[in-house]
């Protein structure tokens, strides 16, 4: 069941007194309990088509057509007010970089509650209960003192599993992930997307992953949707696309991949073996060690 539906969506920006078109005719959905990855190089048009959901555009941008559907309701006629509302409570964002999402002059914690108050009206200590069992969602460790936490005294990890709470704590229905894994190294990058997997199986979630890591993409999207200059190009089921993409931009990006696989077999290989290598002359120091230490005794 389609919870989100992007129809026909055209974007624009205003440049020294001329109107650039950015988006054109852009379609894509969202179904309840999958993840549809909006794949394309940078600069492609993914961010500012996630970003017309949420009608988060800077103020040279204007979109000149289209509907964004959210159960049957078109939230481009919304107002600010009304979609203030919608953000973060219903529909929540993770942005690409929590390092600068996060107010520095706050605690994680009151952040968090602020969220918690404006979206669900809990206070006190009912409100510190549920942000508690948001940082336990995440595990983030020993959560109760965490909330007094300020932003610096988080890792990169624990930042953007604090932002992720902050989108569960609400019970959103739609997760706009935009890029959530840049900024994090390979062994986090698996940690926030098995989080991100976790509460889409559990709460039936709808994730809109933005991102041009296709490997990344193989292992956690249902659907794709491939966009390059402005257009969606192609969108497949992710079996389909990664075994026979029909577009040849889309082509490129399967060769890239495959590239990049061979290209991480190789050094996979090459590491185990300058590792078994080194182990290999451990043991045989450690042998020598242990045969000079019986010959002495």
């Known amino acids: ?29 969202l179904e309840k309990g999958q993840t549809l990855a909006l794949v394309g190089e940078s600069g492609c048009g993914k961010t500012m088509s996630a970003m017309s959901i949420l009608n988060l555009i800077p103020k040279t941008a204007k979109i000149t057509g289209g509907e964004v559907l959210y159960n049957g309701e078109n939230l481009l006629d919304r107002t600010q007010k009304e979609m ?22 706050y605690t994680v914690g009151d952040q968090l509650l602020e969220v918690i108050r404006k979206h669900k009206g809990l206070r006190g200590k009912e409100a510190q209960k549920q942000a508690i069992e948001a940082f336990e969602a995440v595990q983030i460790p020993d959560a109760k003192n965490r909330l007094n936490n300020y932003p610096h005294q988080f890792s990169g990890g624990m930042k953007q599993r604090a932002v992720i709470a902050m989108a569960l704590a609400t019970d959103a229905e739609i997760l706009i992930a935009d890029e959530p894994t840049t900024a994090l190294d390979v062994t986090i990058q698996a940690q926030i997307m098995k989080l991100l997997n976790d509460i889409k199986q559990n709460n039936q979630t709808a994730i809109l992953l933005i991102t041009h890591d296709l490997a990344l993409v ?19 089921n992710a079996k389909d696309f990664f075994i026979n993409p029909n577009h040849p931009y889309s082509n490129q990006f399967r060769q890239k991949i495959r590239q990049s696989l061979k290209l991480y077999k190789g050094s996979r290989r090459r590491f185990l073996k300058k590792l078994t290598d080194v182990v290999l002359i451990r043991d045989a120091v450690f042998a020598g060690i242990f045969a000079k230490y019986r010959f002495r005794n």
């Open 84 to 105: 203030s509302k919608i953000r973060g409570g219903k529909i929540a964002l993770i942005p690409q970089d929590p390092m600068t999402s996060l107010n520095p002059l």
């Open 218 to 236: 193989s292992e956690n999207a249902q659907q794709i949707a491939v966009m390059y200059a402005g257009r969606i190009v192609e969108q497949a």
């Open 1 to 29: 069941m389609s919870v989100l539906k992007v129809k026909n969506l055209n974007l624009g920006f205003t440049v020294e007194n001329d109107f650039h078109q950015a988006l054109f005719d852009v379609n894509f959905s």
